[in-house]
């Protein structure tokens, strides 16, 4: 997920009202990105369980891991700001 920059007003407030809504396509396209992530971290996780290959397995601790798990935490905090998709 890219980092989008708030403006120092929202920054200083906490405030990520203004601006447009967020629609109904971003709040699922996000829930979306949780979900997925949240699969491909387990997926890591179960797959570390198991590696044989010394390489691979440093590779997914110390690379792949904390970037599935960064942009999870980054997933989980927009979807915290702009709520989950409704039926």
Known sequence: ?????K????AASGDST???PPSQLDKAYI??????HTRTLAIVDA????????????????TVRPMILMHL???QAI??????PTS
Do not use: H
Not at 7 to 10: A, G, K, L
Not at 79 to 84: K, T
């Open 79 to 84: 979807q915290s700001r702009i709520g989950a």
């Open 31 to 36: 829930a979306t990105q949780v979900k997925d």
């Open 18 to 20: 203004s601006g447009p």
């Open 47 to 62: 797959s570390l369980k198991v590696v044989q290959n010394s390489d691979l397995k440093d590779m997914l601790q110390t």
């Open 7 to 10: 403006s120092d007003s929202t």
């Open 73 to 75: 935490q980054e997933a």
């Open 1 to 5: 997920l890219a980092r989008v920059p």
